[in-house]
T-cell receptor, first 116, second 116 residues
């Protein structure tokens, strides 16, 4: 069975540009969450979407936005990129709003964004 | 607010010896606790979780963790370390009353180095 897939795996942007990252959840999973992992730190929660609705948002500026499509895939958009946005962006899926049977999330390999 | 502390940036252990990676947490109410492992340039892999019940939980690859409510700790352990266990380990917590069900709060990670 396919796991969580993310694209692109690596990308380089310059300051001020915009980026879109994509995520396909595990088949049957209806919830997608996004996390930002800056080098040397733990992942930080950005968004959760469930049934195409935003169910939670972390402490990130409005330059960050996301959406979920009818097939439960998701996009994360970041506008007006800053150097500090350089990070590994992780997508995680789960069957329902509360995570797996015990609340665990299933993570993709991530999209590594470098902002120059 | 919920938080996780991993007091050791790195843990070094010889192959065949037991290992412990420490984690303490702070959360309102009863916690959901998780350990994830991250190999270089990869996403997070779920190892184990504590929801309720037995304080000693067993997970993947021979890892186990002990929940101690009085000390608010959830230390990861393995009786006999392997060189292939070398990776970055993250402890995470989710409170049962978290409005955003999938919001995990991660620690800063502990790098485990197992040598021959």
């Amino acid at each position: 069975d396919a796991g969580v897939t993310q694209s692109p795996t690596h990308l380089i942007k310059t300051r001020g540009q915009q980026v879109t990252l994509r995520c396909s959840p595990i088949s049957g999973h209806k919830s997608v969450s996004w996390y930002q992992q800056v080098l040397g730190q733990g992942p930080q929660f950005i968004f959760q979407y469930y049934e195409k609705e935003e169910r939670g948002r972390g402490n990130f500026p409005d330059r960050f936005s996301a959406r979920q499509f009818p097939n439960y895939s998701s996009e994360l958009n970041v506008n007006a990129l800053l150097l500090g946005d350089s990070a590994l962006y992780l997508c995680a899926s789960s069957p329902g709003l509360a995570g797996g049977l015990g609340g665990e999330l299933f993570f993709g390999e991530g999209s590594r964004l470098t902002v120059l | 607010a919920q938080s996780v502390a991993q007091p050791e940036d790195q843990v070094n252990v010889a192959e065949g010896n037991p290992l412990t990676v420490k984690c303490t947490y702070s959360v309102s109410g009863n916690p959901y606790l998780f350990w994830y492992v991250q190999y270089p340039n990869r996403g997070l892999q779920f190892l184990l979780k504590y929801i309720t019940g037995d304080n000693l939980v067993k997970g993947s690859y021979g890892f186990e963790a002990e929940f101690n409510k009085s000390q608010t700790s959830f230390h990861l352990k393995k009786p006999s370390a392997l060189v292939s266990d070398s990776a970055l380990y993250f402890c995470a917590v989710r409170g049962l009353n978290t409005g955003t069900a999938s919001k995990l709060t991660f620690g800063t990670g502990t790098r485990l180095q197992v040598t021959l």
